[in-house]
């Protein structure tokens, strides 16, 4: 009779321990700038983006990060913070920043901020 809380507690533990392994796994799939059909531009944008904002925000996951993910964030006619999804208000965010959000206006220089833009626009 004790055999059957123990089995019970092991596949318990089994389930959790696959929850727990499933759960964190969000990482991002990696494709090449060849695969998302990057042009130069774009691909040097994505090269920002890996350095300055991936530690923040997913590129090609809806889940959020620290930051909102952006997936999709021209597609939409609002940001998830309500603001409109266009190139007027995401450079205000990303050049002046936005409560947690730092400015980048000191950090990135206009080819860098141009070539970012490109890339958030393949998103």
């Known amino acids: 009779m004790k055999a059957k809380p123990a089995r019970f ?8 321990v696959v929850i727990a392994i499933l759960g964190a ?3 991002e799939p990696r494709k090449t700038d060849a695969e998302l059909g990057l042009n130069a531009q774009q ?3 994505r090269r920002v983006y890996e350095t300055r904002c991936a530690d923040c925000h997913y590129a090609y996951s809806t889940h959020n990060l620290r930051g ?13 913070n309500g603001m409109p999804a266009n190139d007027e ?11 947690k959000m730092p400015a980048f206006q000191q950090k990135l220089t206009q ?4 070539d970012l833009m ?6």
Request: glycine share 6%; aromatic share 10%.
């Open 43 to 45: 691909a040097t944008g």
């Open 89 to 99: 208000r995401v450079s205000d965010i990303i050049l002046l920043g936005r409560a």
């Open 25 to 27: 796994c969000d990482s």
């Open 9 to 16: 507690v092991l596949l318990a533990a089994i389930v959790f």
């Open 68 to 80: 909102p993910s952006l997936n999709g964030l021209f597609k939409k006619p609002f940001m998830k």
């Open 111 to 114: 080819q860098q901020f141009d």
């Open 118 to 123: 490109a890339y958030l626009h393949t998103l």
